[in-house]
């Protein structure tokens, strides 16, 4: 108890002064260890990729369970064998999924283009032919969400995320009267980057609200639908049945892949949706398809076998991320703890820590770790246009390096926080001590 | 010389009565049969796809030449040494070829929607922003071509596809004067049906030619470039210098994949444009995509180890594909020559014979062969719109069923050729016969 840190606002000059003057010293050493690591992106770890090894050499036979050769031409929804495989692990039924290849984003990027073209299932007509298109974006979210709608022009209006998904009361209040926004994002479980995960009540909220554009569309990004790093694993809401039951069956668009569990580059993407959302996407992709690379569904079908061999790898994924999550943890816990200079999230699941700091650091503390050879997301990508308001957020992706490396890079962030807020702090006692009393 | 086969329009009515009821009872005794053969697509045969089965054991290593983790994401550009390879192949530069998914269909659509919502790396805006686009369409063509840009309302312009490519003359005086037409097709080498090979004088002109719109593209679907039929390999057009030679870099974007090479569904295809085109490709591809399947381009690597491996494996091809199309030939010799109701072509390459019966009769004959359990390719289906406006045209696709079935069902095409036309005329002569004199 007796080493519990002080708040840093509490120290007076002269400790803060020390203070700074430690942190900079400690900055130092720092840079002078040349590290270079990296802890920008969600990726797998070579460790994770090795546990599917046993994929390089499937699939032992080149027919699926139908009889179709998987080598040919054909098959626009994807092999039955996956789609059945799929449907059992999110929850719909094999019906309303549609296998594709190896990019979820891509899958998302059809949907979007589509309904910009030609429109969604329950457009009056194209989207592009609208003056003004606008998406709710969840904030802190997952920075290509955002890219691509800034790539088409499309209006972003950021919403807060909050432990329990995102604010229902805002969105509720913006779509009901703004028929120009069309769609929201959402990472329902374990949200990227701040590991949220929706409740059922904000998911039933989502699914009933009234919306003044009746072609209103959820972008249901289910990344990390398995992904946990407890064994309390969340379980995630069945999104299509809750719209379908409150009259909207139509608005909600799931997407996951096997990134994040077999091949982050190999993997398998997947789209579920009611059936007319499914044939309307379908309907559009055959002119833009011959098929996805059903060779790779198969190899992924004989890889796990069952639903549960999906489970199962999942929870060698944990035991390799947990203890990078955890050192997160400890090496903010040990450096920043007490001084109320930021606050980060425990995830349970996914592949994100949320680190916030003082406002109007975050871009420094980046900046800082840059120059002592950390690589971090830069300042303010989880929100749209790169720009983060309060300049705090930081998006930390523990996954990549190994065990050892996450450790030095997190006390070297730590560090960093630690100087900046200092910094920070100091600044201010400067300029409080240079204003003329009387003044 | 004493068989030779009399014109059917020369026979006189009561002989054509014979000939029409010898056909009827041919046709007869072939329903009989109870045959379910399929000439329908261009799809590679399972004799084709065995030849690649070493591919189902690779890759043996995940790191390509650059050391990079083909498992992991990213690379948007594909992997080095798949670009380096088909940049010899097509004779272009590693810069100018983006190695992608499983689709060269779906890079054709990446580019063309891009094009729409962003306009091209050379236009003032997004082609969609325009009242009308009009794109060039050589007949008979490939019909994925025509449906992809039906599904955008582009219209639809035919100009007949000649020996040595498209008509040069109509194109030229189409686009000088409209402004509307943004673009066009053309299967270079081995055309989807006709087996057109074009030549450097076409290519030249189509390259050089003044365009009222200044972003005036070729969409150069190379997916023939190596499907020789015989030793007399047709030597493709490099395009890309020809184009820049001529002024006009950014005017063409070729097109390939080895679909018909190794898998039709899970092999990997390739755009080759500018640099300039590249960068707009990559540009906006960045948003939709984590990046091709890497480890699926880096299988085909260790698999064809050199472009010379690509050019021994077609041979293989060739010696199963060869066979087909000579059985086409002489299925449809044996029973029409000298008839005067049928030319077809007999091509050096591709996957294809154009087959053109009588005026009218096209729809004819695939209905009588459907009836008799033999599945053609609609009739009109290389037309837009599967309007063919004479009614002659047929694509007959010998690939994938297996020589007999290739020689039992064209024994069976002809027979259906033989009867239509013999309708035909015979319906005619009784027109005349019924025809009241001095009238």
């Given at each position: 108890?007796?080493?519990?840190?002080?708040?840093?606002?509490?120290?007076?000059?002269?400790?803060?002064?020390?203070?700074?003057?430690?942190?900079?010293?400690?900055?130092?050493?720092?840079?002078?260890?040349?590290?270079?690591?990296?802890?920008?992106?969600?990726?797998?770890?070579?460790?994770?990729?090795?546990?599917?090894?046993?994929?390089?050499?499937?699939?032992?036979?080149?027919?699926?369970?139908?009889?179709?050769?998987?080598?040919?031409?054909?098959?626009?929804?994807?092999?039955?064998?996956?789609?059945?495989?799929?449907?059992?692990l999110?929850?719909?039924?094999?019906?309303?999924?549609?296998?594709?290849?190896?990019?979820?984003?891509?899958?998302?990027?059809?949907?979007?283009?589509?309904?910009?073209?030609?429109?969604?299932?329950?457009?009056?007509?194209?989207?592009?032919?609208?003056?003004?298109?606008?998406?709710?974006?969840?904030?802190?979210?997952?920075?290509?969400?955002?890219?691509?709608?800034?790539?088409?022009?499309?209006?972003?209006?950021?919403?807060?995320?909050?432990?329990?998904?995102?604010?229902?009361?805002?969105?509720?209040?913006?779509?009901?009267?703004?028929?120009?926004?069309?769609?929201?994002?959402?990472?329902?479980t374990?949200?990227?980057?701040?590991?949220?995960?929706?409740?059922?009540?904000?998911?039933?909220?989502?699914?009933?609200?009234?919306?003044?554009?009746?072609?209103?569309?959820?972008?249901?990004?289910?990344?990390y639908a398995f992904h946990h790093?407890?064994?309390?694993e969340?379980?995630g809401?069945?999104?299509?049945?809750?719209?379908?039951?409150?009259?909207?069956?139509?608005?909600?668009?799931?997407?996951a892949?096997?990134?994040k569990i077999?091949?982050?580059?190999?993997?398998?993407?997947?789209?579920?949706?009611?059936?007319?959302?499914?044939?309307?996407?379908?309907?559009?992709?055959?002119?833009?398809?011959?098929?996805?690379?059903?060779?790779?569904?198969?190899?992924?079908?004989?890889?796990?076998?069952?639903?549960?061999?999906v489970r199962?790898l999942m929870?060698?994924h944990?035991?390799?991320?947990?203890?990078?999550?955890?050192?997160?943890?400890?090496?903010?816990?040990?450096?920043?703890?007490?001084?109320?200079?930021?606050?980060?999230?425990?995830?349970?699941g996914?592949?994100?820590?949320?680190?916030?700091?003082?406002?109007?650091?975050?871009?420094?503390?980046?900046?800082?770790?840059?120059?002592?050879?950390?690589?971090?997301?830069?300042?303010?990508?989880?929100?749209?246009?790169?720009?983060?308001?309060?300049?705090?957020?930081?998006?930390?992706?523990?996954?990549?390096?190994?065990?050892?490396?996450?450790?030095?890079?997190?006390?070297?962030?730590?560090?960093?926080?630690?100087?900046?807020?200092?910094?920070?702090?100091?600044?201010?006692?400067?300029?409080?001590?240079?204003?003329?009393?009387?003044?």
């Amino acid at each position: 108890m007796s080493d519990a840190k002080q708040p840093l606002s509490s120290l007076s000059a002269a400790q803060l002064r020390d203070y700074l003057a430690a942190q900079q010293r400690a900055y130092t050493v720092l840079q002078e260890r040349g590290l270079a690591l990296d802890l920008t992106r969600g990726k797998p770890s070579t460790a994770q990729l090795d546990l599917s090894d046993e994929l390089l050499h499937l699939p032992v036979t080149v027919k699926d369970g139908d009889g179709v050769d998987c080598r040919n031409y054909g098959g626009l929804t994807g092999i039955r064998q996956i789609r059945e495989m799929f449907a059992d692990l999110l929850w719909v039924e094999p019906e309303q999924v549609v296998a594709g290849g190896n990019s979820s984003l891509t899958m998302m990027h059809d949907c979007l283009v589509q309904m910009l073209l030609h429109g969604a299932v329950d457009s009056a007509r194209a989207w592009a032919r609208d003056e003004r298109v606008k998406f709710i974006c969840p904030v802190p979210g997952y920075d290509r969400h955002f890219t691509m709608l800034a790539s088409y022009g499309i209006e972003m209006i950021p919403v807060d995320m909050l432990a329990d998904g995102p604010d229902a009361d805002a969105i509720e209040a913006l779509v009901a009267t703004d028929a120009a926004i069309k769609g929201m994002w959402i990472v329902p479980t374990y949200a990227n980057p701040s590991g949220s995960v929706i409740s059922m009540e904000v998911a039933s909220r989502l699914a009933a609200m009234p919306t003044a554009a009746p072609d209103f569309k959820i972008f249901w990004d289910n990344a990390y639908a398995f992904h946990h790093l407890t064994e309390q694993e969340a379980k995630g809401v069945d999104i299509l049945s809750v719209c379908s039951g409150a009259g909207h069956p139509n608005r909600p668009i799931m997407f996951a892949s096997t990134s994040k569990i077999t091949y982050a580059g190999a993997g398998v993407a997947f789209l579920a949706a009611s059936a007319e959302n499914v044939a309307w996407y379908l309907r559009h992709q055959q002119f833009a398809s011959i098929g996805p690379d059903k060779l790779n569904q198969l190899r992924h079908v004989q890889y796990f076998k069952t639903p549960q061999g999906v489970r199962d790898l999942m929870v060698k994924h944990r035991e390799i991320l947990a203890p990078k999550f955890a050192a997160v943890d400890a090496a903010l816990t040990a450096e920043l703890d007490g001084l109320e200079v930021a606050t980060w999230s425990k995830p349970t699941g996914g592949y994100f820590v949320n680190l916030d700091v003082l406002d109007g650091t975050a871009g420094r503390v980046v900046a800082l770790a840059k120059a002592a050879g950390i690589v971090l997301t830069p300042a303010g990508a989880s929100f749209p246009g790169g720009h983060d308001p309060r300049d705090r957020n930081i998006r930390l992706a523990p996954s990549f390096p190994v065990l050892a490396d996450v450790e030095t890079a997190m006390a070297g962030v730590a560090t960093c926080v630690a100087l900046a807020s200092a910094e920070k702090l100091a600044a201010r006692h400067t300029a409080a001590a240079s204003t003329p009393e009387g003044e």
